[in-house]
């Protein structure tokens, strides 16, 4: 793995654990195993970093929701399987958990990429949802949009719920 994204890596994983003010510099080299000088040379700064790692971890988001979310099978079947996917509910999801820390949501650059992932969740959902309309597979009452908000919130909720009380089961009862 090459030295940026060895630093990518590190602070992805410093920013979940940690927050952004919790991710300082030199926590971030000491993780990637490298030096001062290499970080500054690929990047100009912690901001110019975590807006990588930001951006690579919701592209990665995204990217493991489409693998369920564009899977076989019916509308239905693919939003309960993204309901009832795998995780660990005790850390909670990587992006929405962003959305928590000030220092990124404080500011239209680094809080932009949330934003996007979480958008494009909610369409993506809002998609799968009117394919379910269209096959005749859900009430026509439904409104695309207000079931894939609610999917959503059930989701972080049950994050937000196994982390509270320390128990997974938390999240799989949300769900």
């Known amino acids: 793995m090459s030295t940026p994204d060895r630093l990518i890596e590190a602070t992805q994983e410093l920013l979940w654990e940690r927050g952004y003010v919790g991710t300082n510099p030199k926590a971030v080299q000491q993780q990637a195993g490298a030096g001062q000088g290499s970080m500054y040379h690929h990047f100009t700064g912690k901001p110019d970093l975590a807006l990588a790692a930001i951006r690579r971890t919701a592209a990665a988001m995204r990217a493991t929701a489409e693998q369920v979310l564009g899977g076989r099978g019916s509308a239905y ?24 820390d000030p220092d ?59 982390r509270a009380s320390g128990s997974t089961a938390a999240s799989l009862r949300a769900r």
């Open 104 to 162: 990124v949501m404080a500011g239209d650059e680094l809080r932009a990429p949330v934003d996007e992932t979480i958008g494009w969740l909610r369409g993506r959902l809002a998609e799968i949802v009117q394919e379910g309309l269209d096959q005749g597979e859900f009430d026509k009452a439904l409104v695309p949009d207000e079931i894939a908000a609610t999917v959503v919130a059930t989701v972080q909720g049950g994050y937000v719920l196994a």
């Open 77 to 100: 079947g693919r939003i309960s399987a993204y309901l009832l996917r795998e995780g660990d509910a005790l850390r909670g999801c990587p992006v929405s958990r962003l959305t928590m």
